[in-house]
């Protein structure tokens, strides 16, 4: 995203991916946490976030996820003043298709002069002429909802066209949706919550591994019962490591298409986030943590 030429760094565990044409690290960096609480204002720590997002960048960080709602607009202004003019080796992805109310609140926004107007403000926020990937955000904060993307799915496709955007991606969508957004155009990733513990993807991450298309889960401790936490701290116990760590450990074994975006506003945390990917689990181990999520 500017003249320099860095390449992604081997030393992040997981290895790389392509986006399209666009090499990135499969762990990655997801900037939602850095806004003020509940996801909107200002850090009460400005400079600790842009801290953040310098030591991302060191250890050889190449994906970052944000979106224009985080904030509203915070996130992406962040990552500008930390960060620009960017390496040539940083894709930054980021999401529209909802916003922010003033109960804090995620109301869609799909209409083609929502989705121009947010692709716009990314554009202005993160200082950039076109954007690498941006993501169409479907259902609500409860999760996919059933129906056509061919409305909002298509204007993108024209913002495409137009040079504004490099590729396009969907997130919180049904695998029927998917399979939509692909018969209109190519999709470069595929964003859904998915953890051990929450399993729904699993065909779905398959096929796309197939395709060559990653797929990006968000919480990855999310939706856990306390006997399956259990179950996790057990295993990690027995590591003598984080529970946390193991569940992203497991997400980089799981299929080689997935890419980790853990967020934090923590460096510790953040440098903590980074070995505990590396974990290496035994297929034993493996085996042991697949049944949380039968």
Not at 67 to 87: C, F, K, W
Request: net charge negative; charged share 20%.
């Amino acid at each position: 995203m500017s003249e320099t030429t860095n390449t992604p760094s081997p030393s992040l565990p997981g290895g790389t991916w392509t986006l399209g044409d666009l090499t990135v690290n499969r762990f990655g960096y997801g900037a939602m946490q850095l806004a003020g609480p509940g996801v909107m204002g200002m850090p009460a720590d400005h400079d600790g976030a842009l801290a953040v997002l310098r030591e991302a960048a060191a250890l050889g960080v190449t994906h970052i996820d944000t979106s224009g709602a985080y904030g509203p607009r915070v996130t992406n202004q962040l990552i500008r003043e930390a960060l620009h003019p960017y390496a040539a080796s940083l894709h930054i992805v980021t999401k529209v298709g909802a916003v922010r109310d003033k109960q804090g609140g995620w109301p869609p926004a799909r209409r083609p002069e929502d989705l121009r107007r947010a692709v716009h403000e990314n554009l202005e926020d993160l200082g950039v002429d076109a954007l690498d990937v941006v993501n169409l955000r479907l259902g609500d904060a409860q999760g996919p909802r059933p129906g056509s993307l061919a409305e909002p799915f298509e204007t993108l496709v024209e913002l495409q066209q137009e040079g504004l955007i490099r590729h396009l991606g969907v997130s919180n969508t049904t695998a029927e949706q998917v399979a939509e957004a692909q018969a209109i155009a190519p999709i470069v990733c595929v964003q859904n919550m998915y953890n051990l513990a929450y399993r729904q993807d699993d065909e779905l991450i398959d096929d796309l591994a197939a395709k060559g298309i990653a797929y990006v889960p968000f919480f990855p401790l999310g939706g856990f019962t306390p006997l399956q936490s259990a179950a996790l701290t057990a295993v990690s116990a027995r590591l003598d490591a984080t529970p946390m760590s193991v569940a992203l450990a497991w997400l980089l074994q799981r299929s080689p298409n997935i890419l980790l975006i853990p967020g934090t506003s923590s460096v510790a945390h953040l440098r903590e986030n980074v070995t505990g990917a590396g974990l290496s689990l035994s297929q034993e181990e493996l085996a042991e943590l697949d049944k949380i999520g039968r």
